[in-house]
Nanobody
Framework: QVQLVESGGGLVQAGGSLRLSCATS????????MGWFRQAPGKERDFVAI????????YYADSVKGRFTISRDNAKNTVYLQMNSLKPEDTAVYYC????????????????WGQGTQVTVSS
């Protein structure tokens, strides 16, 4: 069983930055593909960024490419999402997710989810 706990969300002005963290517990973190997803009110949960088990591969949604960076520290069992140049449309609850094997952009393919952290960007 893997447990994920996100932190680092908050209120920020447009153009600002936040760094989200997702701490995991349980065994085998270095074998899991990891992803960040977000869900705005009244909308579906959307893919934001994914990272392979060894950080060798990352992939981003077009809407965040060039502004967000996903990374992981397998020694600390933690994955990060650095968010720069934030926009009001980035406002959402951000979730991290884990799955055994390769990382995927499809949320339903993930086995474990955190509780989410709210990110609010004011204009």
């Amino acid at each position: 069983q893997v447990q994920l706990v996100e932190s680092g969300g908050g209120l920020v002005q447009a153009g600002g930055s936040l760094r989200l963290s997702c701490a995991t517990s349980g065994r085998g973190f270095n074998r899991y593909g990891m992803g960040w997803f977000r869900q705005a009110p009244g909308k579906e949960r959307d893919f934001v960024a994914i990272i392979s088990w060894n950080s060798g591969s990352t992939y981003y949604a077009d809407s965040v490419k060039g502004r967000f960076t996903i990374s992981r520290d397998n020694a600390k069992n933690t994955v990060y999402l650095q968010m720069n140049s934030l926009k009001p449309e980035d406002t959402a609850v951000y979730y991290c997710a884990a799955r055994s094997g390769y990382a995927s952009t499809i949320s339903t393919q993930y086995d474990y989810w955190g509780q989410g952290t709210q990110v609010t960007v004011s204009s």
